[in-house]
T-cell receptor, first 113, second 116 residues
């Protein structure tokens, strides 16, 4: 299995909703990442987990809450989002620490109304 | 300050010809470089990478060249095919610093259109 999967593919939520994005990989990768990508922009790093521990938080607002239940799963919990948070949310994983290459999932297209 | 720059937002090439995508970087601490390809509404797909100890890496139709003195790298696609039409991102990473991962710094991307 050489894939990173993400669910759901699309999500529409109101500003008062609570929702979660899910990411899964079975490549034995020990680093997992959340990125946010706006149209015509490069991916922006949000969080990094290595060995199931949060190692990097790029000053992301607390309305985004990551969770790594085990080495294969990564969640992003969303609460009280703003319309400007609408974006493509990408999960990635890498064979840390031996390799730099990150492998991305297909993303979740999030729309906040 | 943008540390990885892709100065051409778009590029059009005829099918069968060579596509050359360029990338410049400013930070001499970067030691590993990667190219990703992205279709609309999909995640980036890893294409090819190169370590700073090399000046060329080849994988099928894709070749990446690194010129460290000029802080420049390029991706060559030969021959170009219509299915190569996508946005191509250049990315760079530092040596591992103990922060728990390798962070990638991305360029803004170049949209390649291969015309049949």
């Amino acid at each position: 299995d050489t894939e990173v999967t993400q669910t759901p593919k699309h999500l529409v939520m109101g500003m008062t909703n609570k929702k979660s994005l899910k990411c899964e990989q079975h490549m034995g990768h020990r680093a997992m990442y959340w990125y946010k990508q706006k149209a015509k922009k490069p991916p922006e790093l949000m969080f990094v987990y290595s060995y199931e521990k949060l190692s990097i938080n790029e000053s992301v607002p607390s309305r985004f809450s990551p969770e790594c239940p085990n080495s294969s799963l990564l969640n992003l919990h969303l609460h009280a989002l703003q319309p400007e948070d609408s974006a493509l949310y990408l999960c990635a994983s890498s064979h840390f620490p031996s390799r730099n290459e990150q492998f991305f999932g297909p993303g979740t297209r999030l729309t906040v109304l | 300050d943008q540390q990885v720059k892709q100065n051409s937002p778009s590029l059009s090439v005829q099918e069968g010809r060579i596509s050359i995508l360029n990338c410049d970087y400013t930070n001499s601490m970067f030691d590993y470089f990667l190219w990703y390809k992205k279709y609309p509404a999909e995640g980036p797909t890893f294409l090819i990478s190169i370590s700073s100890i090399k000046d060329k890496n080849e994988d099928g139709r894709f070749t990446v060249f690194l010129n460290k003195s000029a802080k420049h790298l390029s991706l060559h696609i030969v021959p170009s095919q219509p299915g190569d039409s996508a946005v191509y991102f250049c990315a760079a990473s530092y040596p591992y610093s103990g922060a728990g991962s390798y962070q990638l710094t991305f360029g803004k991307g170049t949209k390649l259109s291969v015309i049949p």
